[in-house]
């Protein structure tokens, strides 16, 4: 352990530990990926998203900023009675309690608690398909009944730069699934592909959190 993070005891995992507002020198990332598909997520939260192409074919915007790292998907959580608006990640709601995150070999693991929920976010690509996943899950440790809600939030890029792609970007709600579909039709090589976001089929749900209940949410995003 160098202060900040270390290998687990059977070196399987690298574990950072963030508090009292420390932080890397450097992004500390993690890539996952398949043969046909990836992301990037560092220490402090998602990265970006590809798929075939890691420069042309960005799902999200990856940045070249190595101290910002500011983060192209974000979940967030919030208090719907009191208003209060946090993430299962150091980024973009940075907070004093502790975060730990663990990079293993195909996943990245976030544990974070404040608020009285504490919150599980493991992230993954299966072996084979197409698709990041996220599984959020939240765990009420106060003594009251909660009602939260979670929001994903994508930067969508569909390209290599985003200045190029944005004005091209065209996204829609698919009335089967309530999905988000983005495309870019101004591509030669990837045009007739479709990126997807969604949120396990509860996009406008609300869950009501009994006390010291759990509730598992699983977040598909960026296909």
Same mark, same amino acid.
């Given at each position: 352990?160098?202060?900040?993070?270390?290998?687990?005891?059977?070196?399987?995992?690298?574990?950072?530990?963030?508090?009292?507002?420390?932080?890397?020198?450097?992004? +500390?990332?993690?890539?996952? /990926?398949?043969?046909?598909?990836?992301?990037?997520?560092?220490?402090?939260?998602?990265?970006?998203? +590809?798929?075939?192409? !890691?420069?042309?074919?960005?799902?999200?915007?990856?940045?070249?900023?190595?101290?910002?790292?500011?983060?192209?998907?974000?979940?967030?959580?919030?208090?719907?009675?009191?208003?209060?608006?946090?993430?299962?990640?150091?980024?973009?709601?940075?907070?004093?309690?502790?975060?730990?995150?663990?990079?293993?070999?195909?996943?990245?693991?976030?544990?974070?608690? !404040?608020?009285?929920?504490?919150?599980?976010?493991?992230?993954?690509?299966?072996?084979?398909?197409?698709?990041?996943?996220?599984?959020?899950?939240?765990?009420?440790?106060?003594?009251?009944?909660?009602?939260?809600?979670?929001? /994903?939030?994508?930067? +969508?890029?569909?390209?290599? !730069?985003?200045?190029?792609?944005?004005?091209?970007?065209?996204?829609?709600?698919?009335?089967?699934?309530?999905?988000?579909?983005?495309?870019?039709?101004?591509?030669?090589?990837?045009? /007739?592909?479709? /990126?997807?976001?969604?949120?396990?089929?509860?996009?406008?749900?609300?869950?009501?959190?009994?006390?010291?209940?759990?509730?598992?949410?699983?977040?598909?995003?960026?296909?």
């Amino acid at each position: 352990f160098n202060g900040l993070g270390g290998f687990d005891r059977d070196g399987r995992e690298y574990v950072t530990v963030l508090s009292d507002g420390h932080s890397t020198p450097a992004p +500390w990332i993690n890539v996952i /990926a398949n043969p046909g598909f990836g992301f990037q997520v560092s220490e402090s939260g998602s990265g970006y998203t +590809w798929s075939l192409n !890691s420069r042309e074919n960005q799902l999200t915007a990856w940045s070249n900023d190595p101290v910002s790292d500011p983060p192209s998907e974000t979940i967030y959580v919030r208090d719907e009675e009191t208003g209060e608006l946090w993430t299962p990640t150091p980024l973009p709601i940075r907070e004093r309690s502790p975060y730990v995150i663990r990079h293993g070999r195909g996943y990245t693991f976030f544990e974070h608690a !404040s608020h009285g929920i504490s919150l599980e976010l493991m992230q993954c690509v299966p072996l084979e398909d197409p698709v990041k996943i996220s599984r959020l899950t939240l765990t009420n440790v106060s003594d009251k009944g909660r009602r939260i809600s979670v929001t /994903a939030y994508v930067e +969508w890029l569909l390209g290599a !730069s985003r200045s190029v792609a944005a004005p091209f970007v065209v996204t829609e709600v698919d009335e089967e699934t309530g999905a988000i579909f983005a495309r870019n039709a101004w591509r030669r090589d990837f045009g /007739a592909r479709v /990126a997807f976001a969604d949120l396990g089929g509860v996009q406008a749900g609300r869950v009501r959190m009994g006390d010291r209940g759990l509730l598992p949410v699983r977040i598909p995003a960026s296909g």
